[in-house]
């Protein structure tokens, strides 16, 4: 009786473990990303701070592909504002998946331990 209750905890722990890496792996994952448009909504930022100086009459130039097309500063103040809220947007949802991902770890952790408690109670 003894051996089909370690073979389900063997086969719990090595479901666990394999849950862990991938969860880990996507953690980083999502890390990478954040830190990413973090440095995306922080030049946006200080490009807009810097086109804000200028006065309106300057002409300013958006990059498409390999032109450059005259824009308004108002224009270019608008796009570099969405970029900001779009990568805020983007992080927030990031910082949501993973606090889910770190929970369901944590859950399947808790669940282990239960068995294991079980089975010592036998």
Same mark, same amino acid.
């Given at each position: 009786?003894?051996?089909?209750?370690?073979?389900?905890?063997?086969?719990?722990?090595?479901?666990?473990?394999?849950?862990?890496?991938?969860?880990?792996?996507?953690?980083?994952?999502? /890390?990478?990303?954040?830190? *990413? $448009?973090?440095?995306?909504? @922080?030049? #946006?930022?200080?490009?807009? %701070? &810097?086109?804000?100086?200028?006065?309106?009459?300057?002409?300013?130039?958006?990059?498409?592909?390999?032109?450059?097309?005259?824009?308004?500063? /108002?224009?270019?103040?608008? *796009? $570099?504002?969405?970029?900001? @809220?779009? #990568?805020?947007?983007?992080? %927030? &949802?990031?910082?949501?998946?993973?606090?889910?991902?770190?929970?369901?770890?944590?859950?399947?952790?808790?669940?282990?331990?239960?068995?294991?408690?079980?089975?010592?109670? *036998?």
């Amino acid at each position: 009786m003894a051996t089909p209750v370690d073979l389900e905890l063997k086969k719990a722990f090595t479901e666990l473990q394999a849950k862990v890496i991938d969860t880990q792996q996507k953690v980083k994952l999502a /890390d990478l990303q954040i830190e *990413q $448009l973090n440095r995306t909504k @922080k030049h #946006a930022y200080l490009t807009n %701070a &810097e086109i804000m100086n200028l006065s309106d009459s300057t002409p300013m130039y958006e990059g498409v592909g390999r032109m450059f097309v005259l824009q308004t500063k /108002d224009t270019i103040h608008n *796009q $570099l504002l969405n970029k900001q @809220k779009v #990568a805020n947007e983007k992080i %927030a &949802e990031l910082e949501q998946k993973k606090s889910y991902l770190e929970r369901s770890v944590k859950d399947a952790e808790d669940n282990i331990r239960e068995m294991l408690m079980a089975r010592r109670a *036998q």
